[in-house]
Nanobody, 123 residues
Framework: QVQLVESGGGSVKAGGSLRLSCTAS????????LGWFRQAPGKEREEVII????????IFDSVKGRFTFSKDNRKSNTLSLQMNSLKPDDTGIYYC????????????????WGQGTQVPVAS
């Protein structure tokens, strides 16, 4: 069984930065697709970025140029999300997700999810 734990959330002012981390445990080597999602108050959860095992990534248009990711297999398969130039519209709960399938199959139906971490961005 795979467990995902997010960390690094917290309040920030517009224009500021935050770095979120997601640590996978319990057979993380089987994971083929990793991703970050977010859910704003009153809205549906949306994709922020998904990364396939070959390193190819799909990034949500509204965060391109501001959010970047990194994956460190030496640190318990930690997936990080660096968020810069944050806007109030970036406010939400950020979730880490993973799947044993490649992203083409997993997209829209990830099997494993973290509990989420809050990111309130004040104007």
């Amino acid at each position: 069984q795979v467990q995902l734990v997010e960390s690094g959330g917290g309040s920030v002012k517009a224009g500021g930065s935050l770095r979120l981390s997601c640590t996978a445990s319990g057979l993380p080597y089987v994971l083929q697709c990793l991703g970050w999602f977010r859910q704003a108050p009153g809205k549906e959860r949306e994709e922020v970025i998904i990364i396939d095992r070959d390193g190819s990534a799909t990034i949500f248009d509204s965060v391109k140029g501001r959010f970047t990711f990194s994956k460190d297999n030496r640190k318990s398969n930690t997936l990080s999300l660096q968020m810069n130039s944050l806007k109030p519209d970036d406010t939400g709960i950020y979730y880490c997700a993973a799947d044993r399938r490649r992203c083409a199959q997993a997209r829209g139906r990830f099997n494993y999810w973290g509990q989420g971490t809050q990111v309130p961005v004040a104007s």
